[in-house]
């Protein structure tokens, strides 16, 4: 099967860096996608790893290393509206099935 | 905002009643993928469609049925409901099937009494 674990709490500062890591045990998948949920709200795509390395979009990015079964969402110059839940999502097959892990919930404090 | 819209917001059932909720994709968008989030928990995939067909199926039983229209607008139905399945019912559109970028709907807010 497939399971992918995160850290359920992260608490940082307005300005500060903070980074949520997600390890993953499945034998196979197109890529690790990162989503953003804000309380109450829907899930917003953030970003996508299809090979290992980094990608930058804007004070977000998102690592992946296949190898260490490893990736992480780097979040800079953290603000009061990125206080929300961050899920890491891969897709095993051809269908969009996405499997979810069960979310890192960020609160950053003034 | 996303594009994507659910109806109802929040609905109330008992056990054992039935319950359709509806989703409209994203213009351009033929694919509608499903999923229920329990409270703290991830969203866990229930099917997706794809041109009007079911195209991949999770763990859930087939009492979890689902439609799409011509249009790409789909719907869930839930039969026999259970305690259990008190969740926010998610749809997701994108422009394939086989993506991981997904535009998720707000939600149907689904209590089971």
């Known amino acids: 099967g497939q399971s992918l674990e995160q850290p359920s709490e992260v608490t940082a500062v307005e300005g500060a860096i903070v980074q949520i890591n997600c390890t993953y045990q499945t034998s196979g998948f197109y890529g690790l996608s990162w989503y953003q949920q804000h309380d109450g709200g829907a899930p917003t795509f953030l970003s996508y790893n299809a090979l290992d390395g980094l990608e930058e979009t804007g004070r977000f990015s998102s690592f992946l290393s296949r190898s260490d079964s490893y990736g992480y969402l780097l979040l800079q110059e953290l603000q009061m509206k990125d206080s929300a839940s961050y899920f890491c999502a891969v897709r095993p097959g051809n269908t969009g099935k996405l499997i979810f892990g069960q979310g890192t919930t960020l609160q950053v404090k003034p | 905002e996303t594009g994507v819209t659910q109806s109802p917001t929040h609905l109330i059932k008992t056990r054992g009643q039935q319950v359709t909720l509806r989703c409209s994709s994203q213009?351009?968008?033929?694919?509608v993928s499903w999923y229920q989030q329990a409270l703290g928990q991830g969203p866990q995939f229930i099917f997706q469609y794809y041109r009007e067909e079911e195209n991949g199926r999770g763990n859930f039983p087939p009492r979890f049925s689902g439609l799409q229209f011509p249009n790409y607008s789909s719907e869930l139905n839930v039969n026999a409901l259970e305690l259990d399945d008190s969740a926010l019912y998610l749809c997701?559109?994108?422009?394939?099937?086989?993506?991981?970028?997904?535009?998720f709907g707000p939600g149907t807010r689904l209590t089971v009494l």
């Open positions: 213009s351009g968008h033929n694919t």
């Open positions: 997701a559109s994108s422009w394939a099937s086989g993506t991981d970028t997904q535009y």
